[in-house]
């Protein structure tokens, strides 16, 4: 099997991000998945597969009628990562994962609120939690897009998380900040309920760092 250097570093880019999940804690066993947009379709790491047994040839390419096309099956969470890519133009990238702070608000059905300025880098004053659905399903995927609406991580209630970027090194970094504030507003809550910033000062944060984080451009 013979892919473009273009398209054998996406390859890769997926199992090294994969692997990372897990050795960064962002992840465990299997459960997360990893895709980048990829002409008229995406690449997404394959259901089910050791992350350190990946190989490029691994990795499983679904075109634009959401085929899969690959010696293995794609992630079962495939449907969101094709129609999160389909309906957001600015992402190249998407992260899912399993981080343990941020599951445990999705248990609780807890968004995160403006508890701390680093929020704004997410689009706006909360982290929303899309409403329970099966893994794999068009009904998950449907809330997931809405919960994204605006923002660049969300909440999956009883489930995970979601983050998207305009590429995979950016969509992992908000995966990460996303577990940093799940962290955060975790140990706040042990201490009752925090205090927030408004709205206007998050909008405030927001113009000041317009650009902030980790980009493409140089």
Known sequence: MTFSPDELAKRQAIIDHCILMNSSGLNQGTSGNVSIRHGEGLLIS???RPYASLTPEDIVFIDGDGEPHGRWKPSTEWRFHRDILKTRKDANAVVHAHPTYTTILSIHNKEI???HYMLAVF???N???APYAIYGSQELSDNAIEALVDRQACILEHHGMISV???IQQAFWY???LETLARQYH????LGEPPLLTDQQIQDVIDKMAGYGLSDKK
């Open 127 to 129: 982290i929303r939690v």
């Open 187 to 190: 140990g706040a809550l042990l």
């Open 165 to 167: 970027g305009t590429s």
């Open 123 to 125: 689009g706006g004053p």
């Open 46 to 48: 394959p259901t089910s």
């Open 175 to 177: 995966a990460t900040e």
């Open 113 to 115: 609120p403006a508890i």
